[in-house]
């Protein structure tokens, strides 16, 4: 079946200008995760939503990232203002409930460029 | 939760067993362990998963002492396929929720 999808597969964007990064995980996966992967570096925990709550969002690094999943299904992550050291690559993952609960599929991530 | 930490590459020949291992110290007991295989330009893929002991699927197996402090992933018969990133992945379902990717492996299987 379909994998974890995310759009755009590139962003680029000027310093200050807001993007919206969007993830589209397996259907009827309850759990999803935001993280963010710089050049050459593992990825870093963002965020965690179980359905449309978010249960964690220790991982944002500064109030002008805002994420959502507002049906429990699509998410978007939201980064207003940005700057130069927001240039990553963005990825979603999401889980099923039940026996594979900790297992994560992760989309190809959004590659975020800030000129 | 754990920090994680691995070396950074190895060089392998291809049909030979490779193991990387993972180092989280600080692992509490309900942190589980998840090896991913990252290419470049996609999201990491999922191999394997264990808590304590030994585990084994048909693509790798990940051995946990008893103290869990630190893990090995071993893949038997690497090909130059098998060419990519390695990570461990330290994770907390319950409570306090953390996920804490290692610092990778960056793998090469040669001719």
């Known amino acids: 079946g379909a994998g974890v999808s995310q759009s755009p597969r590139y962003k680029v964007a000027k310093r200050g200008q807001d993007v919206a990064l969007r993830c589209d995980p397996i259907?009827?996966?309850?759990?999803l995760f935001w993280y963010q992967q710089a050049l050459g570096q593992g990825p870093e925990f963002l965020t965690y939503?179980?359905?449309?709550?978010?249960?964690?969002k220790s991982g944002l690094p500064s109030d002008r990232f805002f994420a959502e999943r507002p049906e429990g299904s699509v998410s978007t992550l939201k980064i207003q203002r940005t700057q130069q050291e927001d240039s990553a690559v963005y990825l979603c993952?999401?889980?099923?409930?039940?026996?594979?609960?900790?297992?994560?599929?992760f989309g190809p991530g959004t590659r975020l460029t800030v000129l | 939760l754990a920090k994680t930490t691995q070396p950074i590459s190895m060089d392998s020949y291809e049909g030979q067993e490779v193991n990387i291992t993972c180092s989280h110290n600080n692992i509490a007991t309900n942190d589980y362990i998840t090896w991913y295989q990252q290419f470049p330009s996609q999201g990491p893929r999922f191999i394997i998963q264990?808590?304590?002991t030994k585990v084994t699927n048909e693509v790798a197996s990940l051995f946990i002492p008893a103290d869990r402090k630190s893990s090995t992933l071993s893949l038997p018969r690497v090909s130059l396929s098998d060419t990519a990133v390695y990570y461990c992945?330290?994770?907390?379902?319950?409570?306090?929720?953390?996920?804490?990717f290692g610092t990778g492996t960056r793998l090469k299987v040669l001719a």
């Open positions: 939503f179980q359905n449309e709550a978010q249960l964690d």
């Open positions: 264990g808590y304590k």
């Open positions: 993952a999401s889980s099923p409930a039940g026996p594979d609960a900790d297992t994560q599929y």
């Open positions: 259907s009827g996966h309850v759990s």
């Open positions: 992945l330290v994770a907390r379902r319950t409570g306090t929720y953390k996920y804490i």
